[in-house]
């Protein structure tokens, strides 16, 4: 700042407003527009810093790679995931809330059970969305199987109770559900079925995907 005086003295006419602000701009010019020599050979992470642009705006050039590992970053397990399983939609949220399952683990049991139709019965004899044998509908409370809401709320809350049983442990609750849980017990875990091993793999790439 001591040869402002000498270059102000030097130069006639001129306000020091004007010279003031014609030294701004070179001293802009020549720093803004690069990158110091000493980050020059920095990795992008070390560069916390850079001028991007004709306007005096900085970013930090780890934003980018930032976001990019943000949206790769698995979702947080939730029972709503904001899909649609079409008329059944609100049964089943309802049925995820109640019985604090995710609304996804319902819809992929029903999917493997009955592919989305209320009105199917298997060879064995089980029932409707979630495929409820006639014995275990009636322990849950289940009047009419064929209907959507007490089969879903049903199944529902038997996964619930399954779980229970088996710690939260998810693929022995799929496997007790499909070959019933003193099946699970005696074997210590998912029985040798191929069925139910298949079933229980099916089912958990469903709900995952």
């Keep these: 700042m001591q040869s402002l005086g000498t270059v102000q003295s030097s130069i006639s006419g001129t306000s020091s407003s004007s ?9 802009l010019e020549n720093s803004l ?3 110091p020599d000493s980050f020059s050979d920095a990795s992008s992470s070390q560069r916390s810093l850079h001028y991007n642009g004709a306007n005096p705006v900085f970013e930090p050039t780890m934003l980018p790679s930032l976001m990019k590992a943000r949206k790769s970053m698995p979702a947080p397990l ?7 399983y079409g008329q059944y939609t609100d049964i089943i949220n309802q049925a995820a809330d109640q019985y604090n399952l995710p609304s996804g683990l319902i819809a992929s049991i029903i999917q493997h059970e009955s592919n989305f139709k209320s009105d199917t019965v298997s ?6 969305l979630m495929q409820l044998m006639p014995g275990t509908a009636k322990f849950l409370g289940v009047t009419d199987s064929f209907d959507p809401a007490q089969n879903i709320k049903g199944g529902a809350r038997y996964l619930r109770q399954m ?15 499909n070959a019933g849980p003193g099946n699970v017990r005696k074997y210590g875990g998912i029985p040798p079925f191929k069925e139910t091993q298949s079933y229980v793999q099916k089912v958990l790439n ?3 995907a």
């Design 19 to 27: 010279l003031f602000d014609s030294m701004l701009e070179e001293m």
């Design 33 to 35: 527009g690069l990158v």
């Design 78 to 84: 939730d029972k709503h995931t904001g899909n649609h």
């Design 123 to 128: 060879r064995a004899g089980a029932q409707g």
């Design 163 to 177: 779980l229970d049983q088996f710690n939260g442990n998810i693929e022995h609750a799929l496997a007790a559900y």
């Design 206 to 208: 469903t709900f995952r």
